[in-house]
């Protein structure tokens, strides 16, 4: 029998404004089942602001035109509670990117009244149960205000991307040891999804002929490139983060594979001795739907000072975000 189709919500699907534009790069790997199976039918919620009204309606002619046959129906709309109403998944990219040289924390501001307003309307308007990943930045925090105002939301429903950035760290591990990127797992981002953030590339494994192999003794922990790619296409990063948003929610609804653990960005329970009330990207698994944070990992002297500066950065940005409400 054929599934009911999943209403999807893509915030800032327009891509409408001279940066990166995940948004279009985003729907239609979600029609095309990307994100929740090649069985999975779906109906895309799409949200934009006026100014790029025209923009998303043209959207959504493509999406027609292209004949996505998992595509059940299409609604492109500058109203948050029409965008919101009954969707079961809300990937949120908009918001006002980072462009080169700009500090993360500039757009702070305008990303919690956004963050907040549309909060508001999930927490009304979304079905139960409805699973959050925020991606427009600062992301962890968008997606802690986000929190804040959807209280009845469970907070294991809402995360935030940094997925993008564990991504990263297996293609560039598989670029240097030339290995296929399918033979890397177990990379861990740490903390925000920013230049704070700790890659750990400790407990990683490579295959190889003669069984796995710890990547540890192969390369040095690795640094964030969201800023070289805004370097070289002073764009920021468009089809890596909707494939790794496609790859965070997949993974998040239907399981992670036997032995593998990804990165999310999810509500801190003290775990590894971050702070509680934080989003932090953790190791996790997923199963039946819900995450778990990966237990019992042995912490260096170096590892936990470059979790504790990520954390010490994140809650920094909590407390200027709680002063942008005032
Ligand atoms: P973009 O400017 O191309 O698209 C943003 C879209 O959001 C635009 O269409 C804009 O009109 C829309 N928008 C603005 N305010 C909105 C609102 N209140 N409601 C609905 N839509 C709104 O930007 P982009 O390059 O697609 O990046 C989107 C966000 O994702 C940025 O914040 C960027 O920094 C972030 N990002 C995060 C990651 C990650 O890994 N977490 C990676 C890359 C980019
Ligand atoms: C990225 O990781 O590519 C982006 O989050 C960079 C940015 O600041 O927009």
């Given at each position: 029998m054929a599934k009911e189709p999943v209403r999807v919500l893509v915030t800032g699907a327009a891509g409408a404004s001279f940066s990166g534009q995940i948004g279009y790069a985003l729907v239609p790997m979600i029609a095309r089942g990307v994100m929740l199976g090649a069985d999975q039918p779906v109906i895309l919620h799409m949200l934009d602001i006026p100014p790029a009204a025209e923009a998303l309606n043209g959207v959504k002619m493509e999406l027609v035109d292209a004949a996505f046959p998992l595509l059940k129906g299409v609604v492109a709309t500058t109203d948050a509670v029409e965008a919101c109403t009954g969707v079961n998944v809300a990937v949120m990219v908009g918001g006002f990117p980072r462009k080169e040289g700009m500090e993360r924390k500039d757009v702070m501001s305008k990303n919690v009244s956004i963050y907040k307003a549309q909060a508001s309307a999930l927490e009304?308007?979304?079905?139960?149960?409805?699973?959050?990943?925020?991606?427009?930045?600062?992301?962890?925090?968008?997606?802690?205000?986000?929190?804040?105002?959807?209280?009845?939301?469970?907070?294991?429903?809402?995360?935030?991307?940094?997925?993008?950035?564990?991504?990263?760290?297996?293609?560039?591990?598989?670029?240097?040891?030339?290995?296929?990127?399918?033979?890397?797992?177990?990379?861990?981002?740490?903390?925000?999804?920013?230049?704070?953030?700790?890659?750990?590339?400790?407990?990683?494994?490579?295959?190889?002929?003669?069984?796995?192999?710890?990547?540890?003794?192969?390369?040095?922990?690795?640094?964030?490139?969201?800023?070289?790619?805004?370097?070289?296409?002073?764009?920021?990063?468009?089809?890596?983060?909707?494939?790794?948003?496609?790859?965070?929610?997949?993974?998040?609804?239907?399981?992670?594979?036997?032995?593998?653990?990804?990165?999310?960005?999810?509500?801190?329970?003290?775990?590894?001795?971050?702070?509680?009330?934080?989003?932090?990207?953790?190791?996790?698994?997923?199963?039946?739907?819900?995450?778990?944070?990966?237990q019992g990992l042995p912490i260096d002297e170096f590892s936990r000072k470059k979790m504790d500066a990520t954390a010490e950065e994140l809650s920094e940005e909590k407390a200027l975000a709680y002063s942008c409400l005032s």
């Open positions: 009304k308007h979304a079905a139960a149960n409805c699973k959050v990943l925020v991606v427009a930045n600062p992301a962890n925090t968008n997606a802690l205000i986000l929190k804040e105002f959807a209280p009845s939301i469970p907070d294991k429903n809402i995360s935030c991307l940094t997925r993008l950035d564990h991504n990263r760290a297996l293609g560039q591990i598989s670029e240097r040891l030339n290995v296929q990127v399918s033979d890397v797992k177990n990379v861990i981002i740490w903390g925000n999804h920013s230049s704070s953030q700790y890659p750990d590339v400790n407990h990683a494994t490579v295959k190889t002929p003669a069984g796995e192999k710890p990547v540890r003794e192969l390369v040095a922990n690795d640094e964030c490139s969201g800023a070289a790619i805004i370097k070289a296409r002073k764009l920021s990063s468009a089809l890596s983060a909707a494939s790794s948003a496609c790859d965070h929610i997949r993974d998040w609804v239907l399981g992670t594979p036997e032995g593998t653990w990804v990165s999310m960005g999810v509500y801190s329970d003290g775990s590894y001795n971050v702070p509680a009330g934080l989003i932090y990207s953790f190791p996790v698994t997923c199963k039946n739907g819900e995450w778990c944070i990966v």
